[in-house]
């Protein structure tokens, strides 16, 4: 079935550092695909998605590429800081119907050092 | 556009008792929510997919008369977990689909003494 693996925290890094939460999947078809963001004590926020290969998506600073070819995801930002602390979800779903289940990642949590 | 809220919040129970959650869809109507779950420092697990006016679809290895779904209207989905026990203390999650996305609640947070 389809999975979606991204990369054990938790992830530290001092403010302005270079980001990259790696995530990788296995799909059949071609499925959308997904970011998640978990601030602590929070529900979760869609932090960008790509629903085809070679689409980028971006937001607040973070970008993560559509690689059919490595079927990956992964996530970056080029200078982090303290108020992206949080736990990030790369999320995958199987077709372009919102009404399909979305499959996620374990999470990976970044803290970030003033 | 597209919140979607939870309640309670918190929720605390005795061990034996019945809590329901709600989930709601403030501002759009949606026939598909989701529930799931999230234990500590963990990831979330589908628990079950619930369409308004039919029965739920239950993941496997969810016991459907213990997480009772109820999609009553195209705004409401609630979820009943029956004879509480510690093992079901977790965060339960709704998210629901409108125009292509799916929007997450904040969560409730459940725990059974």
């Known amino acids: 079935g389809d999975s979606v693996t991204q990369m054990e925290g938790p992830v530290t890094l001092s403010e302005e550092a270079f980001l990259t939460i790696n995530c990788t999947y296995t799909?059949?078809?071609?499925?959308?695909l997904f970011w998640y963001v978990q601030y602590p004590g929070e529900g979760l926020q869609l932090l960008l998605k790509a629903t085809k290969a070679d689409d980028k998506g971006s937001n607040k600073g973070f970008e993560a590429t559509y690689r059919k070819e490595t079927t990956s995801f992964h996530l970056e930002k080029g200078s982090v800081q303290v108020s992206d602390s949080a736990v990030y979800f790369c999320a995958l779903r199987g077709d372009g119907s919102s009404a399909s289940k979305i499959i996620f990642g374990s999470g990976t949590r970044l803290s970030i050092r003033p | 556009g597209a919140v979607v809220s939870q309640h309670p919040s918190r929720v605390i129970c005795k061990s034996g008792t019945s809590v329901k959650i709600e989930c709601r869809s403030l501002?759009?109507?949606?026939?598909?929510m989701f529930w799931y779950r999230q234990f500590p420092k963990q990831s979330l697990m589908l628990m079950a997919t619930s369409n308004e006016g039919s029965k739920a679809t239950y993941e496997q290895g969810v016991e459907k008369d213990k997480f009772l779904i109820n999609h009553a209207s195209l705004t409401l989905s609630t979820l009943t977990v029956t004879s509480a026990h510690p093992e079901d203390s977790s965060f339960y999650i709704c998210?629901?689909?409108?125009?292509?996305?799916?929007?997450f609640g904040p969560g409730t947070r459940l725990t059974v003494t």
């Open positions: 998210s629901a689909s409108t125009r292509g996305e799916q929007y």
């Open positions: 501002d759009f109507q949606a026939t598909t």
């Open positions: 799909a059949t078809g071609y499925p959308s």
